[in-house]
């Protein structure tokens, strides 16, 4: 079955540390991955994806995720963490070059920074 | 930047009413999404849309659902008759469909509260 874990609910870190968010995902093709990044009572941006090519892709905000295929993981980093990343992260993934390209979600990472 | 709107967004409805959820996708985007989202949980995909039909749809997207792109810019979801279980923050999306490109772009969500 298709399917993205986050393991990890609820990660607190002190602002300036650095981040590691994890994703691994069961997909029976070759998956289009992407990072979403939701404020609360806020929509969903998009920080970064994976499509093909370099498997360390750079997005938004100074974020970063490596696609590991060995190990199906897209974790998302950052070097260091600013107090208005506090938000909820959504790993997801798409089906490459598919018609319909729905996206399945991860439950979500809930990021609280400490002062 | 082009984006995707939504409007209401805030709806109060109360159980067994109909509600309709309206949103503009990005004008020259040919796929369209419905994503749900129950408080405190993650992102669920409810129906796809491409050429003017229903192209795919989860088990959540029953008969209670409808789905119509009424006049070429407006995408919009009708609840016949909302249950309190309908309660959740939905999400339009749009994807361009060029070869390769499965990126979604996301609207600001409607926050439907059912009573």
């Known amino acids: 079955a298709q399917s993205v874990t986050q393991p990890d609910i609820h990660i607190t870190v002190s602002e300036g540390a650095s981040l590691e968010l994890r994703c691994n995902y069961s997909?029976?093709?070759?998956?289009?991955l992407f990072w979403y990044v939701q404020s609360p009572g806020q929509g969903l941006q998009l920080l970064l994806k994976?499509?093909?090519?370099?498997?360390l892709v750079q997005g938004i905000k100074g974020f970063e995720a490596e696609f590991k295929r060995s190990q199906s993981s897209f974790n998302l980093r950052k070097p260091s963490v600013h107090w208005s990343d506090a938000a909820e992260y959504f790993c997801?993934?798409?089906?490459?070059?598919?018609?319909?390209?729905?996206?399945?979600f991860g439950k979500g990472t809930k990021l609280s920074v400490k002062p | 930047e082009p984006e995707v709107t939504q409007t209401p967004s805030h709806q109060v409805t109360q159980m067994g009413q109909e509600v309709i959820l309206r949103c503009v996708p990005i004008?020259?985007?040919?796929?369209f999404y419905w994503y749900r989202q129950i408080l405190g949980q993650k992102v669920e995909f409810l129906v796809s849309?491409?050429?003017?039909?229903?192209?795919?749809k989860s088990e959540i997207f029953d008969d209670q659902f409808s789905v119509e792109r009424p006049d070429g810019s407006n995408f919009t979801l009708k609840i016949r008759s909302t249950k309190l279980e309908d309660s959740a923050m939905y999400f339009c999306?749009?994807?361009?469909?060029?070869?390769?490109?499965?990126?979604?772009?996301f609207g600001p969500g409607t926050r439907l509260t059912v009573t």
């Open positions: 999306a749009s994807r361009r469909g060029l070869a390769g490109d499965n990126e979604q772009y």
């Open positions: 997909y029976g093709a070759t998956p289009y």
């Open positions: 994976y499509f093909s090519g370099d498997t």
């Open positions: 997801a993934v798409g089906p490459a070059g598919g018609s319909q390209g729905n996206l399945i």
């Open positions: 004008s020259n985007h040919l796929y």
């Open positions: 849309f491409y050429n003017n039909e229903i192209s795919e």
